[in-house]
């Protein structure tokens, strides 16, 4: 059993298909990198997977329950960090843990002890009185990831958790990621940085133009070259941005 499958989804905007029968696989205990343009379709992909947005064609399943057809059951075993989060602002962020917690049903004292643990570990313990609407952008992608692992969920699936965190932030970030994987637990991740999909993935998928252009290995689908190598010629990329512009030279 896969601990996600997406399968021939598709989605349209007006005249615009920004997802394409899109069909992947990602193994149970993978981390697994998704890589793309901007304008790709990842994020609707990912918002599609997980029951944010309805598909116009084809189906997503988290450990094999269909996340449309037995949503309740599908969304308890995922954590998700979307893109543009949007939280309560005028509430802190231990109150918007200990809401959200109680909204899944977890006991009272399970949401306290928990909470308490995610605020020190990520680093938010010390702004405990503060609401939201002062969190900078870091902050609120390290409150939304506390919200994704709150009801320890089997698998997570996170749209650029690294961006806009500070590097001290963004060890602890991935020290708790690599110990959810050794757990047990999946994780699916979009990013633009080739660099960190390298250090923290061990499968990977290219998505263009709506579609999956290659999938595997991170080792496969470098091909014996660097990743962005790959990415840039699995893309159709060019990079003529680096010609021209002669009046920029001293």
Request: aromatic share 4%; hydrophobic share 45%; glycine share 12%.
């Given at each position: 059993?896969?601990?996600?499958?997406?399968?021939?989804?598709?989605?349209?905007?007006?005249?615009?298909?920004?997802?394409?029968?899109?069909?992947?696989?990602?193994?149970?205990?993978?981390?697994?990198?998704?890589?793309?343009?901007?304008?790709?379709?990842?994020?609707?992909?990912?918002?599609?997977?997980?029951?944010?947005?309805?598909?116009?064609?084809?189906?997503?399943?988290?450990?094999?329950?269909?996340?449309?057809?037995?949503?309740?059951?599908?969304?308890?075993?995922?954590?998700?960090?979307?893109?543009?989060?949007?939280?309560?602002?005028?509430?802190?962020?231990?109150?918007?843990?200990?809401?959200?917690?109680?909204?899944?049903?977890?006991?009272?004292?399970?949401?306290?002890?928990?909470?308490?643990?995610?605020?020190?570990?990520?680093?938010?313990?010390?702004?405990?009185?503060?609401?939201?609407?002062?969190?900078?952008?870091?902050?609120?992608?390290?409150?939304?990831?506390?919200?994704?692992?709150?009801?320890?969920?089997?698998?997570?699936?996170?749209?650029?958790?690294?961006?806009?965190?500070?590097?001290?932030?963004?060890?602890?970030?991935?020290?708790?990621?690599?110990?959810?994987?050794?757990?047990?637990?999946?994780?699916?991740?979009?990013?633009?940085?080739?660099?960190?999909?390298?250090?923290?993935?061990?499968?990977?998928?290219?998505?263009?133009?709506g579609k999956v252009v290659a999938?595997?290995?991170?080792?496969?689908?470098?091909?014996?070259?660097?990743?962005?190598?790959?990415?840039?010629?699995?893309?159709?990329?060019?990079?003529?941005?680096?010609?021209?512009?002669?009046?920029?030279?001293?």
């Open positions: 059993m896969e601990a996600l499958e997406l399968i021939g989804l598709g989605k349209t905007f007006g005249e615009e298909k920004a997802v394409d029968d899109l069909s992947l696989s990602v193994p149970q205990g993978s981390f697994f990198g998704m890589l793309g343009p901007n304008g790709a379709g990842k994020t609707t992909s990912l918002s599609m997977a997980v029951g944010l947005l309805r598909p116009d064609s084809g189906t997503a399943k988290i450990f094999g329950v269909d996340v449309w057809d037995e949503p309740v059951q599908a969304k308890a075993l995922v954590g998700v960090l979307p893109d543009g989060l949007g939280m309560p602002e005028r509430l802190t962020g231990r109150e918007v843990l200990t809401y959200l917690g109680l909204l899944r049903g977890l006991p009272a004292a399970e949401v306290d002890a928990r909470t308490t643990e995610l605020l020190e570990v990520l680093e938010l313990g010390h702004e405990d009185d503060k609401q939201v609407i002062g969190y900078s952008t870091g902050m609120r992608k390290k409150l939304g990831l506390a919200v994704a692992l709150l009801h320890a969920p089997r698998l997570l699936v996170l749209d650029e958790p690294f961006e806009a965190v500070d590097p001290v932030s963004a060890a602890t970030i991935r020290t708790i990621l690599n110990r959810f994987i050794a757990g047990g637990g999946s994780v699916v991740m979009s990013s633009h940085v080739m660099a960190l999909v390298e250090q923290l993935c061990d499968r990977v998928a290219v998505v263009s133009g999938a595997g290995t991170v080792s496969e689908v470098q091909a014996g070259g660097s990743l962005e190598d790959a990415f840039v010629s699995l893309v159709g990329a060019s990079t003529r941005g680096a010609e021209g512009l002669a009046w920029l030279s001293a």
